[in-house]
Each structure stands twice: as C-alpha cells, then as structure tokens.
C-alpha cells in the first residue's frame, strides 16, 4: 500500500493563479482531510468528506473548495490564490470518523 | 470556539533528560490523540486516549488523559536524539473534526 500520497510536493503560485492539489488514498479509508499548516503551528482543517460525494466545511474554507467523486481521490482547489494561502498542506485520511489520521507528505505551497 | 491549548512551545533537553508537553482544552472531549512530526515530515499518529483517567504507556512515553476529559500529557522519560520533533495533540468532540494543539518541539541539546 502507497497509504495517503499528493502532489505536487512544492509549488509556487502568482497572486491570482489558481491550482489543483491531488491527494489519493489506498487504503479504502471513508474519511479524508484538507489540513494546512502555518510555520510553527498546529494544523488547521479546510475541509474535510465522510464518503464519495460529501464534504463539508472545515475551520478555514474560505478561498478552497473540494470534491470527493471517488473513494480514493479528494482534490483540493485554490481558486485566485493570496499570500495568505502560503502553507504547507496536508491530506489525510481515516477509516472511521474518529481513528487515527494517516497523513500524505505534504505540498509546500508559496504564493508571491 | 472550541481550543486546545498545548503548552510549553519548546523544550530544550540534555539527552537523557525527561520531556513533559500538556494540552488543555475549553470543552470536554470525546478523545485524544497524539501525533509526533518529525522536522519537514509530515504528523504520524502515536496513539488514541478515550476513557477518563486514562494513562497509556509506549516504552519510554506515557500518555494520560484527564478526569474531566479536558487536559492530557505526553512525558517521555530518558529522551533520545530519535526523539527529536514536534508533538501534537488533537482533541476531538462530538463531529469527525480533530481540533489540534500549536505543538510541543522537543530540542535536544548537544
């Protein structure tokens, strides 16, 4: 099992660019989590889904959304991407709603 | 809203030398979890709390949860250089949302 995998693992967007962060998972996980997190802080959730076809919002939504199509994939979409959105971002995913969380490794993002 | 403050935000240790992070949360939990992040890794999950007065140990870590199901501790007795990182915990109540303390980074000291 490759567990929880994303790309691309480092990117740098202008202001107002727009992109799509993958995140799969192949462990049949239900749960699946968009967390980012800020130099020398604990993470925060953007959104997260309980299943295929439903998501919902985390503490951070504003300027993301998501879709969750298929068991394994959970995209992330910035859209008109700001300076504040520089972070590292991290998808997980859990086989109930209240396991342990397995994480990918992470996509370091810059916004300039 | 719902915190989980987690505290001190650094310790630097001798090897050798014992580590103690707390987490203390304004509402009750259903759970804790713990998770360790090594420095450019990503958070491994180390293990679950859920019965008030809960105390769990792993080797040299010990994890407690308080009574009223709003503190808990990590301490690691006899710290070693593979100790090295950032401890989490996360508290979860009643939805699937884990609400995550700032972190505890354990320095070890040359």
């Known amino acids: 099992n490759a567990g929880v995998t994303q790309t691309p693992k480092f990117r740098i967007l202008k202001i107002g660019q727009s992109m799509t962060l993958q995140c799969t998972q192949d462990m049949n996980h239900n749960y699946m989590y968009w967390y980012r997190q800020d130099p020398g802080m604990g993470l925060k959730l953007i959104y997260y889904s309980v299943g295929a076809g439903i998501t919902d919002k985390g503490e951070v939504p504003n300027g993301y959304n998501v879709s969750r199509s298929t068991t394994e994939d959970f995209p992330l979409r910035l859209e008109l991407a700001a300076p504040s959105q520089t972070s590292v971002y991290f998808c997980?995913?859990?086989?109930?709603?209240?396991?342990?969380?397995?994480f990918g490794p992470g996509t370091r993002l810059t916004v300039t | 809203g719902q915190q989980v403050m987690q505290i001190p935000q650094y310790q630097h240790v001798q090897e050798g030398e014992d580590f103690t992070t707390y987490c203390n949360s304004s509402?009750?939990?259903?759970?804790i979890q713990w998770y360790k992040q090594r420095p450019g890794g990503h958070p491994v999950f180390l293990i679950q709390?859920?019965?008030s007065g809960e105390v769990k140990k792993q080797k040299r870590l010990t994890f407690q949860f308080g009574e009223a199901k709003k503190n808990s501790s990590l301490h690691i007795t006899a710290t070693q250089t593979t100790d090295v990182g950032t401890y989490f915990c996360?508290?979860?109540?009643?939805?699937?949302?884990?609400?995550w303390g700032a972190g505890t980074k354990l320095i070890i000291k040359p």
């Open positions: 509402t009750t939990l259903s759970n």
């Open positions: 997980a995913s859990s086989y109930y709603g209240w396991d342990e969380q397995y």
């Open positions: 709390l859920v019965k």
């Open positions: 996360a508290g979860q109540h009643s939805n699937y949302q884990l609400i």
